[in-house]
């Protein structure tokens, strides 16, 4: 069964500071991750989408890289800012068979210090 | 705009009640997904439904059921038989394809007094 482990679970930097999130998962047979933010209370905000046949994707400050072989995928935001404060939750979308739809990480927490 | 509502945001429900959650979406998906987060966990799913009047049962799918009576709702029954209901409910589509990115509706918390 597939297992996504995202380290660290929380962190705090200063504000202006670049920042690597890490994923790793279990099960190499996936079609896609999927990087996502979720604020308090809220749902959840698609940041990034990598196919599997991809290395890697970016979106403004963001990039998110996979290496699907060794089963991690690493989330890099630059210049951080008080705004990015939120938990960013790795999900991959296998394909090994068994039931569609996303498994999750529990997420880290990131607060930004202004 | 297009996007996924659920409604209410907040439901209370006393133990032995069913009560049931709405999801709508506007993107012209036809595959639509429930999750249920829970402090300190990961999402996980619940059902999911790739086409109207189809559904199947995710990992935690005991206590719940659902139905797809139209390309665009989904909704989600909690049963007395959920022994542990309350939770945070999201309600997420994607196109069908192995790639297609999935979007979220803002969620319902429903707490059991």
């Known amino acids: 069964k597939q297992e996504v482990t995202q380290i660290p679970a929380a962190l705090s930097v200063p504000e202006g500071e670049n920042l690597v999130l890490n994923c790793s998962f279990t099960?190499?047979?996936?079609?896609?991750l999927q990087w996502f933010r979720q604020d308090p209370g809220k749902g959840l905000t698609s940041l990034l989408l990598?196919?599997?046949?991809?290395r890697e994707q970016t979106s403004g400050r963001l990039n998110a890289s996979l290496d699907k072989s060794s089963g991690r995928s690493t989330l890099y935001i630059a210049a951080s800012q008080p705004g990015d404060s939120a938990t960013y939750l790795c999900a991959v979308r296998g394909s090994g068979g068994g039931a569609d739809g996303l498994t999750f990480g529990k997420g880290t927490h990131l607060i930004i210090q202004p | 705009d297009g996007g996924i509502t659920q409604s209410p945001k907040y439901l209370f429900r006393k133990e032995g009640q069913n009560v049931t959650l709405s999801c709508e979406q506007n993107l012209n998906h036809d595959a639509m997904y429930w999750y249920r987060q829970d402090p300190g966990q990961g999402l996980r799913l619940i059902y999911y439904s790739q086409i109207v009047n189809d559904f199947q049962k995710g990992d935690i799918a005991e206590g719940y059921s659902v139905s797809r009576e139209k390309k665009e709702s989904f909704p989600l029954t909690v049963t007395s038989a959920q022994k542990n209901p309350t939770a945070f409910y999201l309600c997420a589509s994607s196109i069908p394809l192995a790639g297609g990115e999935q979007f979220f509706g803002p969620g319902t918390r429903l707490t059991v007094l």
């Open positions: 990598i196919q599997s046949s991809q």
């Open positions: 099960d190499s047979a996936i079609y896609n």
